[in-house]
């Protein structure tokens, strides 16, 4: 069955900083990958998706994520945050099983704190 | 844009009651889910369902039942609540028509459910 770790609960990033989310997957073959956004209160949003080709893959409100296979990594990155972005992450993976939907396996999660 | 409505943000029930978690959604997508989201556990999958009258067990449906009766309603129900089935619960949505099955989720706000 697949994984998701996201080794990192919280992360503090200053205004204006640059940010890496780190993610790592486990599963055999070349997996469906996403990153979610969960602003206080909300459900989730859907930043950006990997399935295949170009492995650097841009998403929403200035996001980026690297697919790296040799690594079985998937981290998003940010050149510079805005407090807006204070937020929990999520990373997940998707397989295709070929009965119908499974569904997607997620992390449990990055906390990311904005300060001032 | 795809919107998927919970029907309730707060709901506080007894332990014992039957309990009735609603979710529609309006982009005609064939694939539903439930999850439950716990702090330091991410989300977990309950049920899905990829059709009418269809539904599969996810990872944890230990306690709950799913009814789909119609393509955009998705019902989870507790047959009898208990303490531990406070949590956060996110219905979702996807369509099968994209090149993959495994093509994103679109979230509902999610139920905040407290059983005392």
């Known amino acids: 069955a697949q994984s998701v770790t996201q080794p990192d609960i919280h992360i503090t990033v200053s205004e204006g900083a640059s940010l890496e989310l780190r993610c790592n997957y486990s599963?055999?073959?070349?997996?469906?990958l996403f990153w979610y956004v969960q602003s206080p209160g909300q459900g989730l949003q859907l930043l950006l998706k990997?399935?295949?080709?170009?492995?650097l893959v841009q998403g929403i409100k200035g996001f980026e994520a690297e697919f790296k296979r040799s690594q079985s990594s998937f981290n998003l990155r940010k050149p510079s945050v805005h407090w807006s972005d204070a937020a929990e992450y999520f990373c997940a993976v998707g397989v295709y099983s070929g009965g119908g939907a499974d569904g997607l396996t997620f992390g449990k999660g990055t906390h990311l704190i904005i300060q001032p | 844009d795809v919107k998927v409505t919970q029907s309730s943000r707060y709901l506080v029930k007894r332990t014992g009651e039957k309990v009735f978690l609603e979710c529609v959604q309006d982009?005609?997508?064939?694939?539903m889910f439930w999850y439950r989201q716990d702090p330091g556990l991410g989300l977990r999958l309950i049920y899905f369902?990829?059709?009418?009258?269809?539904?599969e067990k996810g990872d944890i449906p230990e306690g709950y039942s799913v009814s789909r009766e119609k393509k955009e309603r998705f019902s989870l129900i507790l047959e009898s609540a208990s303490t531990n089935q406070t949590s956060m619960y996110l219905c979702?949505?996807?369509?099968?028509?994209?090149?993959?099955?495994?093509?994103?989720?679109?979230f509902g706000n999610g139920t905040r459910l407290t059983v005392t």
């Open positions: 979702a949505s996807s369509s099968r028509t994209e090149s993959s099955y495994n093509s994103p989720l679109h």
């Open positions: 982009m005609d997508h064939e694939n």
């Open positions: 369902s990829y059709d009418v009258k269809m539904k």
């Open positions: 599963y055999g073959a070349t997996p469906y």
């Open positions: 990997y399935f295949s080709g170009d492995t």
